[in-house]
């Protein structure tokens, strides 16, 4: 993002597109494409999927990078429901069709708690 945008969170990004930034709208897509090229890559490493997992700051948050990652992946057993995705949660959700061959799910993550989790384990390591 950086490289072509100059910003490195998404919620610039986003501001820029919808500014009209042309080089933003190009990285944005271009985020959503190696997404899923990504999925595809594994799906075939895998032999399948069971579920795919959106998770932390963009997963959780960006409904359209979730819809442009699935859209025309029905081949592989997603199926987004559009609604499901478009709404807001704290928590632990299914955003697939029913039916959905794959699970399309969003989880919630607490990284500050696994930052410390670490820092704990770390620590103790040292002071055996």
């Known amino acids: 993002m950086l490289g072509l945008t100059g910003y490195s969170d998404m ?24 997404i899923k090229k ?24 960006d409904n359209l990078i979730r819809e442009k990652a699935c859209t025309n992946m029905e081949f592989l057993g997603l199926e987004l ?11 632990l ?11 399309i799910l969003v989880i919630p993550t607490n990284e500050e708690l696994e930052i410390v989790r670490q820092c704990f384990e770390l620590l103790a390591e040292v002071n055996v």
Request: proline residues 0%; glycine residues 10%; positive net charge.
């Open 38 to 61: 990504y999925i595809g890559s594994y799906a075939a490493v895998l032999n399948g999927l069971d579920a795919i997992v959106f998770t932390a700051g963009i997963g959780e948050n």
């Open 11 to 34: 919620r610039d990004v986003l501001k820029a597109i919808s500014e009209g930034d042309k080089k933003a709208k190009l990285a944005y897509d271009m985020y959503a494409y190696r």
């Open 81 to 91: 429901d559009t609604r499901k995705n478009n709404e807001r949660s704290k928590g």
């Open 93 to 103: 959700r299914e955003i697939n069709k029913e039916g959905s061959a794959v699970k």
